[in-house]
């Protein structure tokens, strides 16, 4: 990837979230905070919460900043009302098209159910639709997960199949350019 064609380091979505890269050290006892009071709500989705500590936080906003540098991965956090409420992010897999990144995200269980998932959803999709090559942008997860499926929805995707990695399944959805120009709601900036 082209280092030059990163997404921005700051999306604004509304007066009230932003998503903004993860400063490493200064946001890592916050995040663990919000990540601690998080665990029974990701535990079924997210296998590691297993191995939540101040440590694998630490180590992990380290590992982002390296993967954001290299151009491989851009996780951001989802902050409203001036808190971090989440973590999202650009990414791809290896088995993801050339074409192609995929988003993630997940909230506190306070933040659920305002919307806050879906306009930082969109705040991806329309980030990565700027890095060149981008003509699709693909959500993954558990079956069951019905609130990231209701995101998904909601963002203009479309089902597409399952997948399956060993004996664990998952949806995969696609949005467009144009999925995404058919729903309502431009992140500013």
Excluded: K
Excluded at 13 to 22: A, E, K, P, Q
Excluded at 71 to 90: N, P
Excluded at 161 to 167: A, H, K, V
């Amino acid at each position: 990837m082209d280092l030059a064609a990163q997404p921005p380091q700051v999306i604004e979505l509304d007066d009230r979230l932003t998503l903004r890269r993860f400063d490493g050290e200064a946001d890592a006892p916050e995040f663990h905070r919000v990540i601690d009071e998080s665990v029974e709500h990701l535990r079924p989705w997210m296998e590691w919460v297993a191995d939540h500590s101040p440590a694998a936080t630490t180590a992990f906003l380290a590992r982002r900043a390296e993967r954001w540098e290299a151009g491989e991965e851009f996780t951001y956090a989802i902050v409203l009302d001036g808190a971090i409420s989440g973590a999202c992010q650009i990414h791809r897999r290896e088995e993801t098209p050339v074409d192609a990144y995929e988003i993630g995200y997940w909230l506190h269980p306070a933040a659920t159910g305002r919307g806050v998932a879906v306009r930082a959803a969109r705040g991806l999709a329309e980030a990565a639709f700027r890095l060149p090559g981008v003509e699709q942008v693909l959500v993954v997860h558990e079956p069951h997960n019905h609130a990231s499926a209701a995101v998904a929805e909601r963002l203009g995707c479309t089902e597409q199949e399952r997948l399956w990695e060993g004996d664990h399944e998952y949806r995969l959805w696609r949005l467009t350019r144009a999925d995404l120009a058919r729903v309502p709601g431009r992140v500013r900036g």
